[in-house]
């Protein structure tokens, strides 16, 4: 009998040890963590004679395939199991194997910065258009466990860890958000991890990308046939905008001479103009799919968004305050400044090693101060005195639970009436706190916090 390694009891290996023991396959998990609920997770498995040996993450004797989540190929185990000449697939390359006949076709997205949000609406218009639909993958139910179950077609969102790992993927229509530096110390260089973004495309039957993203462009550039989204008025063979309109300019009866009306923009929502953009790539991928336009249009007005995602706090004393924790890298932080004309910037985290001088300098004109936190803030405020000299800045040192009331007390003392406070870090939140949800929630605390004390309430 064969064995698979399943490397780790995350939620998409526990998934995938899982499902292969049911099909009868020996499945051994490697674990380093053993803690309560590691040794839960065990025993549920065992019951399946799934074997969960914890401690050093060395490779068993007469492995025949390594299925991880999303481990980087300097890892170990992963590296063990390549000189070994031992199969290594992702959970995403063995759900697409292990699919049945006449499976659920994917439409499957991926991107740097928006990954979530499109799918999110791509799985409200398909659900709006009377599809059994799921989004899955990075987000939501994990592929593997999914693909058994008689869906209509699957919204898949994919990450640069998981296309990294699969080979064979080939989605009814792939799309490409954008491409900005992220991951690197995972992928080595800009150019990898552009290239493990790419492999979408690879047996894509459409292939939908980003026309406003240079890479995007340069990545879709070889598919012949590949639709383009743009907030700029579309070409045909595109999705775009017209004054008001999100219109369609690829699948509609006659593309070369007309277009079909899609949505108002006033149905995007929070709206800004990368969040326009999310809705784009959502649209294509419908479209692609065959949703008639009236879907995409109640798809996107049924869409509730995640939280931490542009989402509106309060109004205190004429200020709007905003929690975009979800930015956790500079090309998101930039999409959140470039929503609102007026900021009192909220930033810092652990920039794993991104750049922020573009980030900075772009945003300077409607930066009014910024509150700057965390353990790489120091870049962020070098930043600013090159490029935002007159602009005030707060560096608060402090590493205590309670760091966020202090950051809306001196970010309120900066705002004006009109002002938005934005908290949109452009750096991960693990140097502080559990995870964004949790800096973003110590956020929105602090500002109820702050309004109550400014306005009292009766």
């Known amino acids: ?35 309560e609920r590691q040794r839960l997770v065990a025993a549920e498995l065992a019951r399946l004679g799934v074997e969960v040996r914890f401690g050093p993450m060395e490779l068993p004797e007469r492995t025949t395939r390594l299925v991880t989540t999303g481990w980087a190929p300097h890892h170990p185990l992963i590296a063990a199991a390549l000189a ?16 049945p006949e006449q499976a659920a076709p994917w439409l499957a997205l991926t991107g740097t910065n928006g990954k979530t949000t499109a799918v999110r609406m791509l799985t409200s218009m ?13 987000v939501g139910v994990p592929v593997v466990e999914a693909v058994a179950e008689p869906y209509d077609v699957l919204a898949v969102e994919l990450s640069s860890f998981q296309l990294h790992w699969s080979g064979s993927l080939a989605p009814k229509a792939a ?17 990898d991890y552009a290239a493990a973004k790419a492999r979408i495309f690879e047996r894509a039957a459409t292939v939908v990308y980003n026309a406003d993203d240079p890479i995007a462009a340069v990545l879709a550039a070889p598919y012949r046939g590949a639709v383009g989204f743009t907030l700029r008025v579309p070409r045909a063979g595109q999705i775009g905008v017209v004054e008001d309109l999100i219109v369609d300019r690829a699948f509609c009866p006659d593309p070369v001479h007309a277009a079909e009306e899609l949505a108002n923009l006033a149905d995007v929502h ?20 065959g949703v008639p336009a009236d879907a995409v249009r109640q798809g996107l007005r049924d869409f509730v968004p995640d939280p931490h995602r542009m989402s509106f706090v309060e109004r205190v004393a004429e200020v709007d305050y905003v929690d975009d924790s979800k930015a956790t890298n500079p090309h998101a932080a930039a999409a959140a400044l470039a929503a ?22 772009t945003a300077a004109p409607r930066l009014r101060g910024a509150v700057l936190i965390g353990v790489d803030r120091a870049r962020i405020a070098e930043a600013m005195s090159r490029h935002a000299p007159n602009v005030p800045v707060v560096d608060i040192a402090d590493q205590d639970t309670g760091v966020m009331d202090r950051v809306v007390t001196e970010a309120a003392a900066l705002a004006s009436p009109g002002d938005t406070v934005l908290l949109a870090p452009a750096g991960a939140s693990l140097d502080m706190f559990a995870n964004y949800p949790a800096r973003g929630e110590a956020f929105a605390r602090a500002v109820h ?9 009766t």
């Open 84 to 99: 070994a000449g031992v199969e290594v697939v992702g959970e995403v390359e063995l759900a697409w194997r292990l699919r």
């Open 126 to 138: 398909l659900l709006a258009a009377g599809e059994k639909a799921l989004a899955v993958g990075n």
């Open 175 to 191: 799309a490409l958000l954008n491409v900005a530096p992220d991951h690197l110390d995972w992928h080595g260089s800009l150019e």
């Open 1 to 35: 009998m064969t064995l698979t390694c399943v490397a780790g009891l995350g939620v998409s290996g526990t998934a995938a040890a899982r499902v292969l023991a049911e099909r009868g396959e020996r499945v051994v998990v490697l674990e380093a963590v053993e803690g």
């Open 449 to 457: 916090e702050h309004g109550l004390r400014r306005e009292p309430r």
């Open 270 to 289: 929070p709206f800004a103009p990368h969040n326009v953009a999310n809705a784009l790539a959502a649209a294509a991928l419908a479209r692609a799919h």
């Open 340 to 361: 609102y004309p007026s900021v009192v910037w909220v930033a810092g985290g652990q920039l794993k090693g991104a750049d922020v001088e573009d980030l900075v300098r």
